[in-house]
């Protein structure tokens, strides 16, 4: 099993830019998480989705869009990047219950 | 405002010796406590989770829970140079709107020396 995937590794975008990030996880979760982590502000959620065919927003939202494609799918989009998204970002997928959550190896994202 | 608080660091430890890192929530509901180990420039890894009150021990490590005080701990015993890595403690909520979400704290730096 691979777990949970992210593409791409690395990403260097101009401001104004668009890109999709792309997760997906073989472990048949239900639960899918974008988070974002920068120095000093600890791991914040962006958006999740409880369940195939709902996503809803985390603690910090604005400026992304979400997608989940299906139950294995699910992709975070920056429609302009802005230089405040330069960050790495994490793809978590999880179990229902008592939620545990594991992570994606991470895009390290720069917006010039 | 739910919240996680963690000491940043960072916590050095000498090699063998017992790391002891700490975790306070305010969130008193809370249903679910997890410790995660993220190594510098990699992701979180998920070590230890701990539903209940009391002691949960697997293989060197030791999770602590006390819900009336609201603190979450972390022991890991006959600490080794690999242990040297950022801990991050997540909770829970309660169930409900949204208790598929997970808080995080900020992380406490361990480095243990050889």
């Known amino acids: 099993n691979a777990g949970v995937t992210q593409t791409p590794k690395f990403q260097v975008l101009k401001t104004g830019q668009s890109m999709t990030l792309q997760c997906a996880q073989d472990?048949?979760?239900?639960?899918m998480y974008w988070y974002r982590q920068d120095p000093g502000m600890g791991l914040r959620l962006i958006y999740y989705?409880?369940?195939?065919?709902?996503?809803d927003k985390g603690e910090v939202p604005n400026g992304y869009n979400v997608s989940r494609l299906n139950k294995r799918e699910f992709s975070l989009r920056l429609e302009s990047a802005a230089p405040s998204q330069t960050s790495v970002y994490f793809c978590?997928?999880?179990?229902?219950?008592?939620?545990?959550?594991?992570f994606g190896p991470g895009t390290r994202l720069t917006v010039l | 405002q739910k919240e996680v608080e963690q000491n940043s660091g960072p916590l050095s430890v000498p090699e063998g010796a017992i790391a002891s890192l700490n975790c306070t929530y305010s969130?008193?509901?809370?249903?679910?406590f997890f410790w995660y180990r993220q190594y510098s420039g990699k992701s979180p890894e998920l070590i230890m989770f701990?539903?209940?009150?009391g002691d949960k021990e697997d293989g060197r490590f030791t999770a602590q829970l006390n819900k009336a005080s609201q603190y979450v701990s972390l022991l890991i015993r006959d600490s080794q140079p690999s242990d040297s890595a950022t801990y991050l403690c997540?909770?829970?909520?309660?169930?409900?709107?949204?208790?598929?979400?997970?808080?995080f704290g900020k992380g406490t730096k361990l480095s243990v020396i050889p």
């Open positions: 978590a997928s999880g179990l229902a219950g008592h939620n545990e959550q594991f």
């Open positions: 997540a909770v829970n909520p309660p169930r409900g709107a949204g208790s598929y979400q997970l808080t």
């Open positions: 989705s409880a369940s195939e065919g709902t996503t």
């Open positions: 701990i539903y209940s009150n």
């Open positions: 969130d008193r509901g809370s249903q679910s």
């Open positions: 472990m048949n979760h239900n639960s």
